[in-house]
């Protein structure tokens, strides 16, 4: 069988270091479980914007479109706005590869500390499926009077029928793979088109999964059972802006940003998903071989999974767990010693 090819783009700052951890492990569970996976390395960037004048190259759409996945440090560097970094790289990535799903799995492992006093390792387990190309985010709108009294802004939302179908129908297969529970995010109380549309077309589709229990909960209310009773969801479906909330809510709740994995995907496999930690470039760190490498490795474990190789996956997962079981391969943001390096050695060894 020919290789799978990975598109790498490690971007900025500790996005390198991360990137080269996830290569290594890897490599490693590669040679377990006798994969071909081949790797092309392309250095677009925040870097490459200072000095070329863009992120990536006018056909960098095409350049990526053959491969099987797309394996991502980070973007963003202080001096360069973040629409650039953004509308320079990731959303045309997502829009052009119709990644509609950003999944974003959430769990309190041994070892590391959740902000939440009651959450005890191994209780918190879910997945937060946020829709990833409409909603909220469009770029309907605009603003009047500029300047005047009676100046005021007007931002549309967009929920399509097929766009809430497809996003519902994949948060209930997972589920279904799961603790068969689903709790859709909704605002219908408040908001009086977009959500009661949502809710409708879900509970439709929830009928077509009759194993899966599910229930709509308002995004308020959903904030706040996250902090007080996490241990309640295995997957969260929600829109565009709620996800984006939430995801970042429960990557809080989990302990550290440093440990926090994503997916976008394509779940047609039209075209390449992408893969990337939740954290971004962090200027304060880079450089010093400090950064906590365990976000990019979750995040290579996921595409693993998409690319048909979940016993390989399920091995990357259990080695992030003994590495994070052991005080001596934590990193400063889990109030450990240890570098990159040494985490990376850990987990190699547990796949070794
Ligand atoms: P961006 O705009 O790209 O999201 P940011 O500055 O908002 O960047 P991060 O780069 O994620 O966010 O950094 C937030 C904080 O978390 C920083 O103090 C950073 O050092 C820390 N941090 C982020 N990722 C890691 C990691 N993998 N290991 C250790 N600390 C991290
Ligand atoms: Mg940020």
């Not at 309640?232 to 479906?237: G, K, L």
């Not at 016993?311 to 450990?336: K, M």
Request: charged residues 20%; aromatic residues 8%; proline residues 7%.
């Amino acid at each position: 069988m020919a290789p799978q090819r990975i598109a790498v783009i490690p971007g900025d700052g500790i996005g390198v270091e991360v990137t080269v951890a996830a290569r290594a492990v890897l490599d490693a569970v590669a040679d377990r479980h006798r994969l071909e996976l081949s790797y092309e390395e392309f250095d677009w960037s925040c870097r490459r914007h200072m000095e070329q004048g863009a992120m990536m190259p006018p056909d960098g759409i095409a350049v990526l479109r053959p491969y099987d996945a797309i394996l991502l440090g980070a973007v963003g560097w202080p001096g360069v706005p973040d629409h650039v970094s953004l509308w320079g790289l990731l959303i045309p990535i997502r829009r052009a590869f119709r990644q509609y799903v950003n999944l974003r799995p959430v769990r309190v492992f041994d070892g590391v500390a959740s902000p939440l006093r009651h959450a005890a390792p191994g209780s918190v387990d879910f997945v937060v499926v946020r829709e990833n190309v409409e909603g909220e985010y469009s770029e309907i709108g605009g603003r009047m009077n500029r300047g005047f009294p009676d100046e005021f802004a007007v931002q549309e939302s967009v929920f399509t029928r097929a766009g809430v179908t497809r996003i519902a129908d994949h948060a209930f297969a997972l589920a279904a793979g799961r603790r068969s529970y689903v709790t859709s995010a909704t605002k219908s109380n408040g908001i009086m088109h977009t959500l009661p549309f949502w809710d409708e077309v879900v509970a439709e589709r929830a009928a077509r999964f009759p194993e899966v229990r599910w229930d709509a909960e308002h995004i308020d209310a959903l904030a706040a059972k996250l902090v007080l009773d996490p241990q309640r969801f295995d997957v969260i479906v929600a829109s565009n802006l709620f996800g984006d909330i939430l995801s970042d809510l429960a990557a809080a709740v989990a302990g550290s940003i440093g440990i926090a994995p994503s997916a976008n995907l394509d779940p047609t496999r039209t075209y390449p998903s992408m893969f990337e930690p939740v954290h971004g470039s962090a200027p304060d760190i880079a450089g010093q071989g400090a950064a906590n490498p365990v976000g990019a490795v979750w995040s290579a474990a996921l595409m693993l999974e998409h690319l048909g190789h979940p016993a390989a996956a399920a091995d990357v997962v259990a080695a992030i767990e003994a590495s994070l079981a052991d005080p001596a391969t934590r990193t400063r943001d889990l109030g450990g010693t240890a570098g990159t390096a040494a985490v990376v050695g850990a987990l190699v060894d547990h796949l070794g």
